[in-house]
């Protein structure tokens, strides 16, 4: 007969997960089921207006700074082109002529 030792995992259900309306997003409150929850972009719980209202900050200069950088990161590239072309045009190609790098 083979005998199996369990071990207390401080959680009845290895597997469980807690549900996404259990607590506020952002500052972890446990939500009441009496009390209203203010959602933001369709899933994301909150237990009151002023925590969902500073989310909804926090993504809009999360945004802005993801903007600003990708302009910049096309600027460069932008500016990086353009040189090159100079570059190009600044070059005498005779025909019937081989050049050797």
Same mark, same amino acid.
């Given at each position: 007969?083979?005998? #199996?030792?369990?071990?207390?995992? $401080?959680?009845?259900?290895? !597997?469980? =997960?807690?549900?996404?309306?259990? +607590?506020?997003?952002?500052?972890? /409150?446990?939500?009441?089921?009496? &009390?209203? *929850?203010?959602?933001?972009? $369709? &899933?994301?719980?909150?237990?009151?207006?002023?925590?969902?209202?500073? =989310? *909804?900050?926090?993504?809009?200069? !999360?945004?802005?700074?993801?903007? /600003?950088?990708?302009?910049?990161? +096309? &600027?460069?590239? /932008? =500016?990086?082109?353009?040189? #090159?072309?100079?570059?190009?045009? !600044?070059?005498?190609?005779? #025909? $019937? #002529?081989?050049?050797?790098?």
């Amino acid at each position: 007969m083979k005998l #199996t030792s369990y071990y207390y995992s $401080g959680c009845e259900d290895e !597997n469980y =997960q807690p549900h996404f309306l259990d +607590s506020c997003f952002l500052c972890q /409150r446990t939500l009441s089921q009496i &009390n209203d *929850i203010f959602m933001y972009r $369709g &899933n994301t719980p909150f237990c009151s207006q002023e925590c969902r209202q500073e =989310q *909804i900050e926090i993504d809009e200069a !999360n945004e802005k700074k993801l903007k /600003r950088s990708s302009s910049k990161r +096309s &600027n460069t590239v /932008r =500016q990086s082109k353009e040189s #090159t072309k100079e570059c190009d045009t !600044n070059k005498i190609v005779r #025909t $019937g #002529t081989v050049a050797v790098a």
